[in-house]
């Protein structure tokens, strides 16, 4: 990779060998795939038309330049024989049946109405054809559930009849999956398709991606990071999913394949790790090494096949039962080979941190409760392709009981519930959890952190602390109280104060705040690629879960210093991703944001992305902490889990971010968890996070998050409890010097109840914080070769003003809001002129639709002359007119302008639209 410019066309062949690294093959009877070069092809489904590159909410608002869907890729590139004759018919169709984006947040549906096939029409394609493709298209996401109804979770009838009636005639079927989540595979063995292959969503580059699947140009190396289970009920979180206000995650630690393979095994249709290739692969285990601190597992793979391709080696450990309970199979360890061709072989050692095999005792029932132990016994090693094939490659033994790491009881239930566990012989049974013993109320109280008296403005600048010259304590004693509430508060969303369109801004953001030398650091969404609601472009990626079914730390890697150069670009400092929550259920709407149902795997992906956007000085904010399993009412549905199953699942990917990838900011979530909002929770964010994992960075709210203490409603104004928790940042406001969320900080401050310690805490985090930006940086003069470089490759904004709006104004004008396309994604342009030059003033009268959710995020960019002036941000409680002024700061001295209106979002209603002079 250059490290000296952002090459575009670079990063979208690293983005499509991610895409196509990441498709996972299920099926591939007598070899239909690959494709032979110029095969007749047949397309059915309606998303041939449209491709999701990603799902839906902050973790896909990206404007791309272009999106290369399947069929496109197949019938340009890839040179195959389309059959038109089908095409035409659906072409003809979707004139009727329209692509139907929703009506704002949240409001995408979950599929596209699919065109029924008669038989004469397929029956005619099979003459024509030598191969039948059929694409099927899902999305959810934030906010947005996957249900367990047909259109979502499960097939349509009229995709079930396009099954039974392409495959009951065409031989050679590909079914093609582009969807964020696993979906029902029952329908396989039904209608038994000669080849399936999860695609997932790809981002811009997907199609191409596929293409290069299908063709043979990558041969399948993706593995699944979920079981696929034959019934949505047969997931053990599936009785207590869904619940409004509390679920409990009776499963404890037997979450995906360390429930099927302990208890279900009769109940999967595809085990995790599982995925198929166009040739085969030998594995063989040559030796197992160990000493006090870790296990080593020497495998050679070789390809037996006759095509090139790559196989990923995964190590799985079987922990004896002990006292605790084990589940069967244990991820312990993971490679991908190389590319290798027929007859060759590759040897790979795969290291195992000896912590990785211990469990959490959160009962005492070993003698050390809150502890990571490893319980005497034989800890079998078994290597293969996937959990259910892999092999017993050899064991160690513990002697006696091994004490890895004594903790503090932290974050454990409240609430009274049984967990699952192994009983006799192995059978499900089930036992109570342990209850939290120590108060983290107390907790804090006995670790409140000392203050330095306020001095008054010493003339000490943030620049001080960076040279030596004075401590970040005495540099922090200058703050006043307003300083120390305004610092805490970051402002958005489409903060003027950073990049257009982003997700928002902290540090400096008051004059007092600048006056003390603190720059103004800009985060954006999102996972998926940079969200920047004004209409600038940037790069769709392939969803989470796509990345993490490559098993490819390396090519993620890659791929993210990318990003990172992206985002640098852009003079952001910190993208609001990668998402790390657990797959506990196929249902959750934003599970294609997050990576697998494995705590290991999650965290390696999250190391990978991280260690790729940290060469270019930039960084992602790890999200959400913690259990951020279910989108709907996300505000308040309580997770309700042990202590041990936090540990070992809910936390560990984010303890291997922090520990191995260098992660320094973190966004907690919005659900409360054992009774406490995350925001506000003390156990969390001080005693896990930054105490026992030695966390140094930053921690923010999601954006308009609540907070509580413990017994009482929560609520976005009790920003002072989440300070007492050391949540740094609350995200976001208007103005944090008007504190326009109305929050209780100075109140709080004010009456002691928060500490003036605890405020310059989170100040001190803040600060050391933006001491490692590139808006630091750039304040301090500093500009290197590559900012140079990047800032020349900035391309002006590429929308071409068409079917522009004339508006004459004298004094005032006025233009109806029934003539501004208000869907998302779309601009309306003004050619407005004027009688004389002066100053002039925008007045949109403006509400959100009355069924956007409460929660939604509806962006309006504003542009003068290609220029951005200002971004609105309504959410979905603003359902009573109001009129936004924007003032242009500058006067008119041209006769025509023009202005440009941008929707990142729809869910908006605009009134009308006033233009007037105001002197």
Not at 581 to 606: Q, V
């Amino acid at each position: 990779m250059k490290d000296n410019i952002f090459d575009v066309q670079e990063y979208a062949k690293v983005a499509r060998q991610a895409a196509a690294e990441g498709a996972v093959l299920l099926k591939n009877d007598n070899n239909v795939l690959p494709l032979a070069p110029k095969s007749k092809v047949a397309l059915f489904g309606r998303a041939q038309f449209n491709y999701y590159k990603s799902g839906t909410g902050s973790g896909g608002m990206v404007n791309t330049r272009y999106v290369v869907g399947i069929s496109e890729a197949l019938e340009g590139e890839g040179g195959y024989l389309i059959d038109q004759t089908v095409k035409k018919h659906y072409e003809e169709w979707l004139k009727d049946h329209p692509y139907v984006a929703g009506n704002g947040w949240a409001k995408e549906p979950w599929f596209q109405e699919e065109m029924p096939l008669t038989e004469e029409l397929v029956e005619r394609a099979r003459q024509d054809n030598d191969t039948a493709i059929i694409i099927i298209g899902r999305t959810a996401g934030e906010d947005k559930d996957n249900v367990a109804e047909a259109g979502s979770y499960y097939l349509t009838e009229i995709e079930e009849d396009m099954l039974k009636k392409v495959c009951g005639v065409f031989e050679r079927t590909i079914v093609l999956l582009n969807v964020g989540n696993i979906i029902d595979m029952s329908w396989v063995k039904k209608y038994n398709p000669a080849s399936v292959i999860y695609l997932w969503q790809g981002g811009q580059e997907g199609g191409n991606g596929a293409l290069d699947v299908l063709t043979g140009k990558v041969n399948p190396c993706g593995k699944l990071t979920d079981t696929i289970a034959k019934e949505i009920s047969d997931y053990p979180s599936s009785a207590n999913y869904g619940n409004p206000t509390r679920n409990l995650y009776v499963e404890d630690i037997y979450v995906g394949y360390r429930y099927f393979e302990t208890f279900a095994k009769d109940r999967v249709l595809y085990p995790f790790g599982y995925g198929l290739s166009y040739t085969t692969f030998s594995i063989q285990s040559r030796a197992i090494y160990h000493d006090d601190l870790k296990v080593a597992v020497d495998v050679a793979v070789t390809n037996t096949g006759n095509m090139a391709g790559k196989e990923v080696v995964q190590v799985y450990c079987e922990a004896p039962q002990g006292k605790l309970g084990k589940p069967k199979r244990v991820l312990a360890g993971f490679a991908k080979s190389k590319l290798l061709s027929p007859g060759e072989s590759q040897d790979l050692r795969i290291e195992i941190p000896l912590g990785t095999l211990s469990s959490y005792d959160d009962s005492g029932v070993t003698g050390y409760k809150s502890a990571w132990v490893l319980e005497e016994g034989s800890y079998g090693f078994y290597v293969g392709g996937n959990v259910r094939e892999a092999s017993l490659a050899g064991s160690i033994t513990i002697e006696s009981l091994k004490l890895i790491e004594q903790l503090q009881e932290a974050l454990a239930p409240v609430t009274e519930f049984e967990r699952m566990r192994p009983g006799k012989d192995g059978q499900l049974s089930f036992e109570k959890v342990p209850l939290r013993t120590i108060d983290p109320k107390k907790t804090r109280e006995k670790n409140l952190p000392p203050a330095k008296e306020y001095t008054g403005d010493l003339g000490y600048k943030l620049a001080d602390v960076e040279s030596g010259k004075v401590s970040m304590d005495t540099f922090l004693s200058q703050l006043s109280d307003e300083d120390l509430c305004c610092i805490i508060r970051g402002e958005g969303m489409s903060s003027p104060k950073v990049t257009p369109g982003t997700a928002g801004a902290f540090g400096g953001v008051t004059e007092s705040l600048k006056s003390f030398g603190l720059p103004v650091a800009c985060c954006a969404d999102g996972p998926s690629g940079i969200r920047m609601d004004c209409g600038s472009l940037a790069f769709a990626l392939p969803i989470g879960t796509c990345l993490a079914c490559t098993w490819n730390m390396e090519l993620v890697e890659e791929l993210f210093r990318y990003e990172g150069l992206e985002l640098r670009r852009n003079k952001i400092d910190n993208l609001l991703g990668p998402g790390m929550n657990i797959h506990r259920h196929p249902l959750n709407g934003r599970n294609f944001e997050y990576f697998s149902e494995d705590p290991l795997l999650t965290g390696k992906m999250a190391v990978a992305q991280l260690q790729g956007m940290h060469k270019y000085g930039v960084t992602g904010t790890i999200k959400h902490f913690a259990c951020n399993n279910q989108e709907s009412n996300r505000y308040d549905v309580e997770a309700v889990v042990s202590e041990r199953a936090l540990r070992e699942i809910y936390l560990k990917g984010f303890e291997i971010a922090v520990k191995e990838g260098g992660a320094y900011s973190i966004m907690t979530s919005y659900n409360p968890v054992n009774g406490l909002w995350t925001s506000s929770n003390y156990d969390l964010v001080t005693t896990i996070l930054r105490k026992q994992w030695g966390y140094k960075g930053i921690v923010m709210t999601d954006w308009f998050a609540k907070g509580n203490d413990e017994g009482e409603e929560a609520s976005p104004q009790n920003v002072a409890a989440m300070v007492r928790a050391q949540n740094d940042l609350y995200m976001v406001v208007l103005d944090a010097k008007k504190n326009s969320g109305n929050d209780n900080l100075a109140e709080a401050l004010e009456k002691g109840t928060t500490s003036r310690g605890e405020f310059l805490r989170s100040a001190a985090n803040i600060c050391n914080y933006l001491l490692t930006t590139l808006a630091w940086r750039r304040q301090q003069g500093i500009f290197s070769q590559l900012d140079e470089q990047l800032t020349k490759s900035l391309e002006e904004d590429d929308g071409i003003i068409q079917n522009m709006i004339p508006l004459d104004v004298d004094k005032c004008a006025t233009l109806s809001g029934d003539l501004i396309n208000t869907q998302k994604g779309e601009s309306t342009h003004l050619q407005v002129t004027i009688q004389e030059a002066g100053y002039y003033r925008l007045e949109i009268t403006c509400k959100a639709m009355e069924d956007i959710s409460e929660l939604a995020q509806i962006p309006l960019s504003i542009f003068l002359n290609q220029n951005f002036v200002k971004t609105i941000t309504l959410t979905g409680s603003d359902k009573i007119w109001r009129t936004e002024i924007i003032d242009f700061e500058e006067p008119v001295l041209q006769n025509t302008y023009f202005i440009k209106l941008y929707f990142g979002l729809g869910g908006m209603e605009i009134k009308d639209l006033k233009i007037v002079k105001i002197k």
